[in-house]
């Protein structure tokens, strides 16, 4: 039998298996079982071709995008985080003329925002999950991404700036009101 799977989740399920017990049974079918301690893990085994995940993937070519240094994003996201918090973590971003503001209104009415310069004419204005929106933003770490919002109902896309590199992360935008 040939197996392939991502190794990192494959390491991570064995060595929280191994640290825990000296020993683990491992069965291999259409499903590989890890078995220690009175616990069982499974995973399935997909071989053969890989569906074209780009057809599953919205995309919005008219759709309002702007371009940013991710660690910028980060930072500004980090700074309204705190009265985010109080609303369920909501962030607003809201661009006009090229200023991309990342504003957070607590439950007390108390106000935070940060601006940052952003490639893009037009405007548009979007709720998101900020803690969401920072963890997708965290793997584009020193590059820049682009981020198009095609409507508050439908998925924000998050890209690297580079076209390179293949990534692509989807952030449902959050009830505005």
Not at 52 to 77: E, G, K, Q
Request: glycine fraction near 6%.
């Amino acid at each position: 039998m040939r197996l392939t799977t991502d190794s990192r989740v494959l390491a991570a399920t064995l060595c929280k298996v191994l640290t825990k017990v000296g020993t683990c049974q491992i069965t291999f079918g259409e499903r590989i079982w890890f078995q220690a301690d009175g616990k069982m893990w499974s995973y399935r085994v997909i071989d053969g071709q890989y569906c074209n995940y780009r057809r599953v993937i919205p995309n919005y070519p008219d759709s309002p995008t702007f371009a940013t240094d991710a660690d910028t994003l980060i930072m500004a996201l980090d700074a309204v985080s705190r009265i985010a918090k109080t609303d369920a973590g909501r962030v607003r971003l809201t661009v006009s003329d090229h200023i991309l503001e990342v504003s957070a209104t607590g439950a007390d009415g108390e106000y935070s925002s940060r601006s940052m310069n952003v490639g893009m004419t037009g405007s548009l204005q979007a709720y998101v999950h900020g803690p969401f929106l920072r963890s997708l933003l965290l793997p584009h770490s020193g590059t820049a991404v682009q981020i198009r919002v095609p409507d508050n109902l439908r998925p924000l896309a998050i890209l690297p700036s580079d076209s390179s590199v293949d990534s692509v992360s989807l952030l449902m935008p959050m009830k505005a009101g």
